[in-house]
């Protein structure tokens, strides 16, 4: 009999594990979502406990530091409303150049700020999870960046968070482009699972003239991220498959190893 | 079968799975997450049953892979393997030696990513593998022996402390009792 229950719990596993691995793209979707929405409530928790000391230290502050920063604020808000009245005039200038040459008016970024929950358990995979969902207009592919740079897309949505595939993850390619005379254009693709704060620019030309520092903004090829977001610096590059096509090490520009809060682009 | 002692198993699972997630610690010194679920199963396998073994396989599988990009269900094989095996072999193991704990928990965290990466591999997907990922294996390794007898304190102590005890018996036999005196 013990010997039968083992071989039914075996039997009953397998099955399971066969039934969950062929689930077509469409249904393991929605069930990863549903299982992963057991975890809310310790996310809730997680971020009350994350808040507390701010809290704490919000409530031990002097009444002179305040009105410093205050200070501090309204001396900040008085320049950006200078830049942001310079900006415009550029922008004006930019739209009426634009008009005269024929060329497409570039839309404005709108952005959302999410706050980065989770990080993936596994280490073959990188991903990271904001507390961003449908019910906020998040949708698949959308592209993520903070102020220094790319950060990903938005692979997966639930109603209250959504998973990030970060650059450097094997499903995250990026079409990117080095900003020198040649414009050599090449894909993002993994670096290596130890050091995330580089990735590889692979598929450029084989007569592609690098050098360290040059910047790599995504070129706005594929679809999903628009042109001209930074991405990193060329490192070092190096000929590879016998000269065929040149690759090159690119360090990122965004720690994605400390990432804590990022922007969600919306087109 | 406990169900206290399922539950508590199930329950730190859970715990440990929302624990990778959100706790970057491990993995900013090390560049590696260590996985507590092979840890959690060898002792799932030394003193529970196979039911227990096999819920802790389904539920701490889809637990971690809902939370990571794996596809739903393929952690759930590689940790029942692991499992299945020490159930079987539970009668030759010395489970309560510190020593044979951090050996197995340092095993089954070396084989339950194999296993998982294999079914990846299996199943058509890329995950991100290299040199690196050596080194990631043995981070995984070593923090599985040293959890493994952590974890077996742990949750000798939540038993001691939440199961019942076993009732102690006396010599005393009333059916023997030497009666004294006139009656």
Redesign the interface.
């Known amino acids: 009999m013990l010997k039968q229950?083992?071989y039914i719990?075996?039997g009953?596993?397998?099955l399971?594990?066969l039934?969950?691995?062929s689930?077509p793209p469409r249904a393991?979707s929605p069930?990863?979502?549903a299982?992963?929405s057991?975890?809310l409530p310790?996310f809730g928790l997680?971020s009350t406990a994350q808040q507390l000391p701010i809290t704490a230290a919000d409530a031990a502050l002097s009444r002179r530091e305040l009105l410093r920063q205050l200070e501090t604020l309204r001396h900040d808000n008085e320049e950006l409303r200078v830049q942001a009245t310079q900006a415009a005039a550029v922008a004006q200038e930019n739209d009426q150049l634009r008009a005269l040459f024929g060329w497409q008016r570039q839309t404005a970024w709108k952005l959302k700020l999410a706050n980065v929950?989770?990080?993936?358990?596994?280490?073959?995979?990188?991903?990271v999870?904001i507390d961003l969902g449908s019910r906020d207009g998040i949708r698949e592919n959308l592209p993520v960046l903070t102020a220094n740079g790319l950060v990903g897309r938005v692979?997966s949505v639930s109603y209250t968070h959504a998973?990030v595939?970060l650059v450097?993850?094997?499903?995250c390619r990026v079409s990117a482009i080095v900003e020198n005379p040649a414009r050599d254009m090449g894909i993002i693709s993994?670096g290596?699972?130890?050091?995330n704060a580089f990735v590889d620019l692979s598929y450029l030309s084989g007569n592609a003239i690098l050098q360290a520092g040059q910047n790599v903004i995504t070129s706005g090829l594929g679809g999903v991220f628009p042109k001209g977001i930074p991405i990193g610096q060329v490192v070092d590059a190096r000929p590879v498959e016998f000269g065929l096509y040149t690759e090159a090490r690119v360090k990122l520009l965004v720690n994605l190893?400390?990432l804590e809060q990022v922007w969600v682009l919306f087109p | 079968m406990n169900p206290l002692q399922t539950i508590l198993i199930l329950a730190a699972a859970f715990l440990a799975v929302f624990g990778e997630a959100t706790l970057a610690g491990l993995r900013q010194w090390f560049s590696a997450q260590v996985d507590l679920l092979p840890v959690l199963m060898v002792y799932a396998a030394l003193n529970s049953d196979i039911v227990t073994v096999s819920l802790l396989a389904v539920f701490g599988g889809l637990w971690f892979d809902a939370l990571s990009a794996n596809p739903p269900g393929v952690s759930i094989l590689p940790l029942f393997a692991v499992g299945f095996v020490i159930w079987q072999q539970r009668e030759l193991i010395l489970r309560e030696l510190p020593f044979a704990q951090l050996v197995l928990g340092a095993i089954a965290c070396a084989i339950a990513p194999v296993l998982s990466i294999l079914v990846l591999l299996t199943i058509g997907q890329q995950p991100l593998l290299g040199w690196g990922s050596l080194w990631q294996w043995l981070v995984m390794t070593a923090g599985g022996a040293v959890a493994a007898p952590v974890i077996f304190v742990v949750f000798d102590w939540c038993n001691h402390a939440f199961g019942y005890q076993p009732r102690t018996e006396t010599s005393f036999r009333s059916d023997r009792e030497i009666r004294r005196g006139r009656q």
């Open positions: 229950k083992h719990a075996l009953a596993v397998t399971a594990t039934l969950l691995l689930l393991t069930l990863k979502l299982v992963g057991w975890f310790l997680a929950v989770m990080r993936d358990p596994a280490n073959w995979w990188r991903t999870q692979s998973q595939v450097g993850d094997p499903n993994p290596g699972p130890l050091d190893g400390s």
